[in-house]
């Protein structure tokens, strides 16, 4: 299944030798294996004054975005042998689909059988086939066949057509196709309907940096050692405890359990010599270190998740940039006061006033948890502390690559909801994209951006 595709495409390439981005006119990707589908990184419609910054209108816009993973390559802090198609954020829309596609492929993931041509989709940063056991408990970006796009492996999103791996596993659909979202299309996933409605800048978003971000508030949020001041139980009733032992079920095992003199391990868990919990151990101190477009989604859904969890909090935005300190207070700003907890504390700073702002504020304990998205490990390997230091203060470090298909739902959820800071190109609020430009302005979007010019970009592969 396909519509008419041309015979070549453009595309932004990097060249090995010598780290040059070029936009080159190449062969169209083809089905090759029956799960394939071939997505169009589409068509541009720009209403708006000559300066793209100024304007916040878009329709009917596909994009792919510039993200600072792509910098890995054209920085040479990776390694590659052979030309790269770049590029791992776009949304498009389905051009082709493999012969795996079809009504009757309910053994499959659901996409295998609801999937059209014509379905705007987004794609995770890495392919995943839903099928394998990494897939299957949630951790996509470990999937035992998965690709990452923009690389040797896979060719990336900024071109004109991509060729997505798995695509059953792996696309997200953001909107349906006209001639498809007849009621029979009844297994698409209903959280994909009110997406329709956003800008394809916003939704380009969902495509790595959000669920990114949001997978690190996840990481902080849910770790057992933070468990104790969201729960107000002390370690570990807040974590094993209160999920094997819940207070109900032990209460009731304790009664039916009569003549035996004593309570389940429940009621040895809660010790009561033990003091109680009071309301100043129940404040969270959170920093988010950096603050590019990765750093703002997680501060966003820090303190979304936190407004639901109604735990109070202190938490602390990082970076050395005061632009990005400016960006992050203004999305503050425009953030409702229902998200803008009245009993918490919301602080910027420069990393030194960071320090001296914990110390002071937490009576020198420090955070419960940091959140660090310039990936340090990444960039400046080894790691900057040893087992013995993490050892001398009970640190638990959780790294590793967002699982971006299975956190989509959350991050679809937030993003529909927070459009008062996702919304719109440009716009006061800069937690999306800052700039659309042409995919032959890739060249100098790639130098601007490597030095901090320019901030998150996205082209238009038809401009
Ligand atoms: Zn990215
Ligand atoms: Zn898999």
Known sequence: MSVPLPETHKAVRLYPADLSIHVESIPTPKIEHPDDAIVKVKVCVFIGSDSIKDSNISLGLQLSGLCGSDLHGYRGHEKINNIVVTGHEFIGEVVALGSSYSPDATDRPPLYSTLHIGDKVVSPFTSSCAECHFCRIGFTSRCAHQLLFGSEELSGGQAQYVCVPRA???????????????????????????????????????????????????????????????????????????????????????????????????????????????????????????????????????????????????????????????????????????????????????????????????????????????????????????????????????????????????????????????????????????RIVGLDNAPEAYAKFAKNEWGKVAFDPWN
């Open 168 to 434: 059953g596993g792996t696309l997200f659909i953001v909107a349906l196709a006209p001639s498809s979202s007849a009621p029979s299309a009844t297994s698409v996933p209903q959280q994909s309907q009110p997406l329709s409605n956003l800008t394809d800048s916003s939704l380009l978003l969902l495509a790595d940096i959000l669920p990114t971000g949001v997978f690190a508030a996840l990481q902080a949020l849910q770790h057992p050692n933070i468990l104790p001041v969201i729960r107000g139980e002390r370690f570990p009733l807040a974590s094993v405890g209160g999920l094997v032992f819940p207070r109900d079920k032990c209460e009731s095992m304790v009664e039916s359990a009569s003549g035996e003199g004593t309570g389940g391990l429940r009621d040895l868990l809660l010790d009561s010599l033990w003091p109680g919990m009071g309301s100043e151990d129940r404040v969270l101190t959170i920093a988010v270190i950096g603050l590019g477009p990765v750093g703002v989604c997680a501060t966003i859904a820090l303190l979304d998740f936190l407004s639901a969890l109604r735990v109070r909090y202190r938490l602390v935005a990082i970076d050395t940039v005061e632009a990005r300190r400016e960006n992050i207070l203004a999305v503050y700003d425009a953030l409702p006061a229902s998200v803008r907890n009245r009993d918490s504390e919301f602080a910027v700073d420069s990393p030194d006033n960071a320090i001296r702002f914990v110390q002071d504020s937490t009576d020198g304990i420090g955070c419960n948890a940091v959140l660090e998205s310039p990936l340090v490990c990444i960039r400046r390997p080894p790691v900057p502390f040893t087992g013995r230091e993490l050892y001398a203060k009970n640190v638990a470090a959780v790294f590793g690559r967002c699982p971006v298909r299975a956190v989509f739902p959350l991050a679809a959820d937030l993003l529909r909801r927070r459009q008062d800071v996702f919304g719109g190109v440009g716009s006061g609020a800069g937690a999306g994209v800052e």
